[in-house]
């Protein structure tokens, strides 16, 4: 059973029960040859000691007893979920299920209230079968930070399958969902996608709400899916998609209805397409060029009209995107001084607060998030703010202004998704500069706040592992993104 989003949903209109369907991917999820959940929803819910049970599960979920579960189809027809399986990262809260944002800090935290998004998705009725592993507070390029344990790429177990929404984009890829969520503070959901051969998606920053979201980067997190096809993408989308007055930054959109209307087109005619030489060059593997240049001929093909730009501003991106992020990390992270609620101690046993607050942060966070709080808590400092934070901003706006000026002569710009195919488990733990480096051709994408995607476009010929193509657009404008994506995928056939 290989479902996509659009398979279920048809499945479940005409004829078969979705207890049936759910109920083999809970068996699924359970074996879990991936590690790419944390915990299952029947092994930790909180506010009550009887045991679950689908149907009791599923009248907590939406807190409506009135259903009459044995005419339970009547109810979903008209729905847009369809009590579809759903996976979700470690990072969402949950009401009265555990959210351990992959860390010891939060190990058994249990929220009183629920992410908007995950009220979105319970309003459209979608079932969290699972928590998804993930990088210790999104911190990570390889799923390898989490407290819990390393997730494993369903492609070659013996791969990373990138991060730090690893273990949702493992669960999409090795078929123990239908669907998942993940967050993108910095390619978090389309390197994953990428390494793993799915659809990872990001809208234009503020689409949805971060409200009951951990918060790790608060200016560049997003949240949004992995799926198995451009078409299931746009369907969660529109569930997704929603004005939040609990979240400043959130938008209110009314050109969702162009998402729709990006799939009925037939053909690429009139698109103008942009590839930025410098994103071909020294930073990727060759085996991944040529299986882009692969689909750069296909798009051509297809009668878009695809032309090599100059975008320099790009190669410092990166720069300041490790400035900014870890800055904004160490202020979100501050919170957690096991007073308020997390992994806490006897403050008897203390002389005062700031041994309780240190033993306290000294266990509980992991090495790498340890790493971006005392690196770049300096970066904040009165000495170092003009120097270093105040200077990535200015780049920051700079990168914004050169995407603008592509955009007022092309509708989508085009290049790889990671600089290389999925590397071996534990290659690189103790290199964390080569961590960093390997998300040079996402994070531009988040400091100007653009939607992206990730779109599979085949395996390596040398690796045999799946590369991914990045599609981006300006701001407002994804329907371009997946009007070329889902011709793309229907032309070159789905992974």
Known sequence: MNLTL?????????????????????????????????????????????????????????????????????????????????????????KWFISSA????????VCPYSSTVYENLVKAWWLMLWKANMDEFAMGSSTETSYFWSTKNPVDTSKVPWGSSGGSAAAVAGDLAIAALGTDTGGSIRQPAS?????????????????????????????????????????????LASYDENDATSIKRDDLNKWDEALQKQDLKWLKVALPKEFLGEWLQEWVKNKILEAVEKIKSLWAQVEEVSMPLLKHALEAYYIIMPAEVSTNLARFDGIRYGYAKNTFDFKNIYEYYAKVRAEGFGKEAKRRILLWTYVLSAGAYEKFYWQAQKVRRLIKQEYDKIFKDYDLIIWPTSPTTAWDLGAKTEDPLAMYLADIYTVPVNLAGLPAMSLPVGNATDTNLPVGLHIIADQFKEDKIFHLANILEKEMGRL
């Open 6 to 94: 659009k398979q279920y949903i048809e499945k479940i209109t005409s004829w078969e029960s979705p207890k049936a369907i759910f109920q083999a991917y809970l068996e699924k999820a359970k074996s879990d040859p991936y590690n790419a959940y944390v915990r299952i929803w029947d092994q930790k819910r909180i506010d009550s000691s009887e045991e679950i049970n689908l149907d009791s599960y599923i009248k907590q979920v939406i807190e409506n007893e009135w259903i009459n579960f044995s005419n339970l189809e009547e109810y979903l027809l008209d729905t847009p979920l369809k009590w579809a399986p759903i996976a979700v990262k470690d990072n969402f809260l949950t």
């Open 195 to 239: 390494l793993c051969g799915v659809v990872g998606f990001k809208p234009t920053y503020g689409t949805n709400s971060r409200y009951g979201i951990v918060a790790m980067a608060s200016s560049l997190d997003q949240a949004w899916t992995f799926t198995k096809t451009v078409e299931d993408c746009v369907i969660l989308s529109k569930v």
């Open 102 to 109: 992959g860390s010891k800090m939060l190990e058994n935290y």
